[in-house]
């Protein structure tokens, strides 16, 4: 039986080469590339086609999520596996929504890592046991069920204007021109009851939808 062949993408370095070692030394997978943002683990995915992607979340640039969604446009018999620090209904939703087969936590144990690989290169759905209550949980916010109305496209925008990206920033990042991210604000805001920016940045803070 072949190895598990894995592209990892975190933005860190550090963490990035401490999960590509544990990985390397589990006997049946081996890591063949490695990326350091969407933009390039999409580039990337395509060149190598990876059995299983593992994403980070949280990076510069159009992030790991608008990654996902492109990817599993492109090729929806993509594998992925989210690997974040985000712990939250929202995120974990989104993510399975986009298509991804598996979402562990950052904190999880690094067997859990090794065990999540193996279960989403064999097609099946993993989410890390962290993650289980908010799977099946309750929300915890009216806020949190007010992000539902979003479109994937809406809530892309509005990750990217709470991290303070300009609607030119947006346009670039998304390939949309800025009129369009301009009518996406407007719909968000409409949406969420929320008048201005820096509302939308608290509100984003708030859910865990990025950090302080």
């Known amino acids: 039986m072949m190895n598990i062949r894995v592209l990892l993408t975190d933005d860190h370095e550090v963490v990035r080469a401490g999960y590509a070692r544990l990985l390397e030394y589990t006997p049946d997978i081996d890591v063949i590339a490695e990326a350091c943002s969407g933009e390039e683990a999409y580039t990337c995915y395509f060149e190598c086609r990876p059995d299983v992607l593992i994403m980070d979340l949280n990076m510069p640039g159009m992030g790991g999520l608008e990654a996902c969604r492109r990817i599993m446009a492109r090729d929806p018999k993509a594998k992925i596996l989210v690997f974040s620090v985000h712990e939250n209904e929202i995120m974990l939703e989104r993510a399975l929504d986009a298509g991804v087969k598996g979402y562990i936590s950052k904190r999880s144990a690094s067997q859990v890592m090794m065990q999540a690989v193996r279960k989403v290169a064999a097609g099946d759905v993993y989410v890390g046991q962290e993650m289980m209550s908010h799977l ?39 390939n949309l021109s800025p009129k369009t991210v301009g009518h996406h604000m407007t719909s968000i805001k409409s949406k969420l009851g929320i008048a201005n920016l820096a509302d939308l940045t608290r509100l984003a803070i708030r859910l865990g939808i990025i950090n302080p």
Do not use: C, H, W, Y
């Not at 806020?143 to 204007?161: A, M, S």
């Open 136 to 174: 099946i949980g309750q929300r915890k916010s009216d806020d949190g069920g007010q992000l539902k109305d979003l479109t994937p496209r809406e809530f892309e925008v509005f990750r990217l204007l709470a991290d303070s990206k300009s609607v030119n920033d947006v346009a670039e990042l998304l």
